[in-house]
């Protein structure tokens, strides 16, 4: 789909602030420690010590002063940061919802005034909608759990070594459910055979992100493309679609959660800014890489690498 992208490779790290937080106590207490022992060997060395002392003293006070000022700037800088990123996420969610709920009270209400009773045709076109906005009511549901169960690192998933193709086509057949009938070309070719290590429920939800995320970011013509393969001792799953493609700079964030790229792109396409977070978690939890290739206007690919079972 177009020419070579330009690829930037996410790697999968988890930022601790443990050690964060131990380098602002030291800085902290160690000033505090050091005007302590200032002031046990003035003591001990009598009054021709009292200039030096002083010094010692106001400067290290004035350090503890400066660290103490920093920490409270850092823990409430991130606590503002946390309940702005609870809001967006509320107000997203809230978004997110109201169109496919909206969709079914309209088709249901039709339904129920017996408007279609003399159309076959239509009766069953309000039918296939009211499922397939469920559909993207459940998969949304699913997101906001699944991440909130993987921040709690309470995400059970259950390794079992099988070729990966099966969590691949159950993640084609829901996404076919919460599209229209040819809304979407999705070209599907699954090679891979090799065994590996996965939760296939898991894979699906990877696989449905992905495909929701080329829905999303690709506006006219949609096309994706689904291929699993065997490569290097790897087990390979690519999504590619023919979208409106990440910037250059954006591409070594767009896995953080709630992250999403510039206004002008973000106004075309809804969404809660943990999709492709939950994907980078789940590839991360099978012991996995995941890539992006992408240009802008030309499409993009997200490629995930993951481990097979030798013998």
Not at 87 to 114: C, F, K, W
Not at 200 to 221: E, F, G, Q, R, S
Not at 258 to 284: C, E, H, M, P
């Amino acid at each position: 789909m177009g020419k070579k992208p330009k690829t930037s490779r996410i790697r999968l790290r988890n930022i601790s602030q443990t050690g964060i937080i131990i380098t602002l106590t030291v800085g902290i207490l160690l000033p505090v420690l050091l005007s302590t022992a200032v002031g046990i060997v003035s003591l001990a060395l009598g009054e021709e010590s009292d200039y030096l002392v002083v010094a010692v003293l106001i400067i290290s006070f004035t350090a503890a002063a400066i660290g103490g000022a920093i920490t409270v700037s850092v823990l409430l800088s991130r606590r503002a940061r946390l309940v702005r990123l609870q809001a967006d996420l509320l107000a997203n969610v809230t978004h997110e919802l109201r169109t496919p709920l909206s969709s079914i009270r309209m088709y249901a209400q039709t339904l129920l005034m017996g408007r279609l009773e003399q159309d076959a045709n239509l009766t069953q076109e309000s039918l296939e909608t009211i499922i397939r906005e469920t559909e993207w009511l459940e998969t949304m549901i699913e997101r906001v759990l699944t991440w909130r169960a993987a921040a709690k690192d309470r995400e059970s998933i259950k390794l079992n070594a099988a070729p990966i193709n099966n969590g691949v086509e159950d993640a084609l057949a829901r996404f076919a459910r919460m599209v229209a009938h040819r809304e979407v070309q999705v070209d599907s070719r699954l090679e891979s055979t090799s065994l590996v290590r996965h939760d296939p429920a898991a894979i699906c939800t990877l696989v449905l992100n992905l495909l929701t995320n080329a829905y999303k970011y690709t506006l006219t013509d949609k096309k994706v493309a689904v291929r699993t393969s065997d490569r290097n001792g790897l087990a390979v799953i690519e999504v590619e679609d023919n979208g409106i493609g990440i910037p250059q700079k954006e591409q070594r964030r767009i896995f953080d959660p709630f992250y999403r790229v510039d206004q002008k792109i973000r106004s075309k396409a809804s969404g809660t800014g943990l999709g492709l977070a939950i994907v980078r978690y789940l590839v991360q939890a099978h012991g996995g890489e995941i890539d992006v290739e992408s240009t802008r206007g030309q499409g993009s690919r997200f490629i995930v690498s993951l481990p097979v079972v030798d013998g």
